[in-house]
């Protein structure tokens, strides 16, 4: 089981993730706070989309199907 | 507000569809009672980008997306997955979302790795497999693996001589993505719904010569003759089951992000400009060679090369720029002329026989009003898309009749399909245009 990190919101934002966690989409609080990071270090470019051995079966894929040589 | 669903299925061609739809019961109701146009997709008419210039209303020159995978700087070696990273342009559903509208996503090509949304999101083929985290919220996956089991993004092993085998692996994955969309329909809140299905694409590569009396490689006693039209009835009947759990009052979309034509074979463009001198490898490598690895391998000799290609549906050419590339020889005041002379070169190969192919070469600053990130310099249409580009090298020929990555039959064309429950213009669409459609339809917006 890999390290889990416990961070500390404030209320405010906890109480309003909670409050709107339909329209959020997501069931916990937890779920959507670590959605939103993962999706904001991704767009930065701080937490990679694939392992090395992912993006090369992704390209391995897209050879397969055409679209890459 | 009325509830819209747009059903994608990629590829889906309107010459084609015209064709089937006597036989395809639900389609046809749509389109006789609805409308059904041609829709113009991007060029290039690649299901990445195409399906996320659809959803964000972006050109792939605004997007700075060209395809799957996209230059990241100008070294020879950086190239990026086009994954939903690469797509910063609001989508659709985060402007309705703003407004206060839900989605559902199922498979949009670019969604991978999935972002919070107001609603639910299960991401593209680009997802490596079921272990990613590959919907949102995360906890929907659970649900997916009840539903289904072991869902299907896409078809593995696709480029196989086992038709039957493939035949069945994409029925088997079409039925698993409208189970699927059938338990979000259900279960779920949502004002907007949106799938795509690839497999219309992926029946079209693996079977088009079959399916196409026309196309060289036709065989009449193949025993997969109809086996395109069985997956399209499949489709009609899929589709049919999300008409009945859709309230009376939704408006439903049918579309595709581009057609499909024949593929006639390949041209080798790196093989093409080695012969013509404008790619230099030190030394002459075996047959099938691929260029990237050339690179990596320090084989090409850029003291000496003024371009290399990629291949794929389409070609991509790449200049060696002067003070742009690591080590660029071509003098920026030359570069236009330098690539006039590729481009009227490329437009001139003819097939084995010396016939004409109809070769298009596009400029990106032509086709885009901005070219983001890193665009190749020409984008390259061999037989207008009738013949795909071979980026391997150590061939004796430039002209194939065989793909460099297994059997294909088809290439992409240029209009795709548009069919609406609602009675609308019967002229041509754009597929750029959906989006403002799509938001108008929220009363966002003024549509187009």
């Not at chain 1, 706070?33 to 391995?60: D, F, N, P, W």
């Not at chain 2, 399906?51 to 060209?66: A, E, I, R, S």
């Amino acid at each position: 089981m890999s390290k889990k990190y416990a961070v500390r919101i404030p209320p405010a934002i906890g109480q309003a993730i909670e409050e709107h966690l339909h329209e959020l989409g997501a069931e916990t609080v937890a779920e959507y706070v670590e959605a939103l990071l993962r999706s904001q270090l991704q767009q930065l470019g701080y937490l990679s989309v694939y392992s090395k051995e992912e993006e090369e079966e992704i390209e391995r894929r897209l050879r397969d199907l055409g679209y890459l040589d | 507000m009325k509830r819209l669903a747009l059903i994608g299925l990629d590829c889906v061609d309107p010459v084609l569809l015209r064709q089937l739809l006597p036989m395809l019961p639900t389609l046809r109701r749509l389109a006789e009672g609805g409308s059904f146009t041609r829709l113009r997709s991007v060029d290039p008419p690649i299901t990445i980008p195409a399906w996320m210039c659809m959803m964000t209303g972006k050109d792939p020159g605004q997007l700075g997306v060209y395809g799957f995978r996209n230059r990241i700087d100008h070294s020879y070696e950086s190239l990026g997955i086009a994954s939903s990273a690469a797509f910063r342009a609001e989508a659709v559903w985060d402007t309705l979302g703003r407004d206060g509208f839900r989605s559902i996503l199922l498979g949009i090509p670019g969604t991978f790795p999935p972002r919070p949304i107001r609603g639910l999101m299960i991401a593209g083929f680009l997802a490596p497999s079921t272990d990613a985290t590959y919907t949102y919220p995360k906890s929907l996956s659970g649900d997916v693996r009840k539903w289904v089991g072991d869902y299907m993004f896409d078809v593995r092993g696709f480029r196989t001589h086992d038709k039957a085998w493939l035949v069945e692996q994409i029925h088997e994955m079409t039925r698993k993505r409208f189970t699927v969309a059938r338990r979000l329909i259900e279960s779920k809140k949502w004002d907007f719904f949106a799938m795509v299905e690839i497999g219309p694409d992926r029946i079209h590569h693996g079977l088009w010569a079959h399916h196409d009396v026309d196309h060289p490689k036709h065989d009449p006693r193949s025993p997969f003759v109809g086996s395109l039209l069985e997956y399209y009835r499949l489709l009609d009947r899929e589709v049919a089951t999300l008409m009945e759990l859709f309230p009376s009052s939704t408006e439903v979309w049918i579309v595709s992000d581009h057609g499909v034509q024949p593929m006639l074979g390949g041209i080798g463009i790196n093989e093409w400009l080695v012969r013509e001198g404008y790619l230099s490898l030190r030394g002459r490598p075996v047959a099938g060679t691929r260029l990237p690895d050339l690179i990596r391998e320090g084989q090409v000799d850029w003291s000496k090369t003024l371009a290399w290609g990629a291949g794929g549906y389409y070609g991509r050419l790449f200049l060696n720029v002067e003070g742009r590339e690591p080590q660029g020889v071509i003098a920026p005041r030359d570069v236009d002329s330098v690539r006039t002379e590729i481009a009227e070169g490329l437009e001139r190969i003819p097939d084995e026989m010396g016939h004409a192919i109809g070769t298009r070469v596009l400029y990106p600053e032509e086709l885009y009003s901005t070219a983001g990130g890193i665009p190749p310099d020409l984008l390259v249409y061999f037989g207008d898309l009738t013949w795909r580009s071979i980026g391997t090298v150590g061939w004796e020929t430039i002209h194939f009749h065989e793909n460099d990555t297994g059997p294909d039959d088809a290439n992409h064309a240029p209009y795709g399909v548009f069919l609406s429950s609602s009675v609308g213009n019967p002229g041509d669409r754009q597929l750029l245009g959906i989006h403002d459609s799509v938001l108008a339809h929220f009363g966002i917006g003024e549509g187009l």
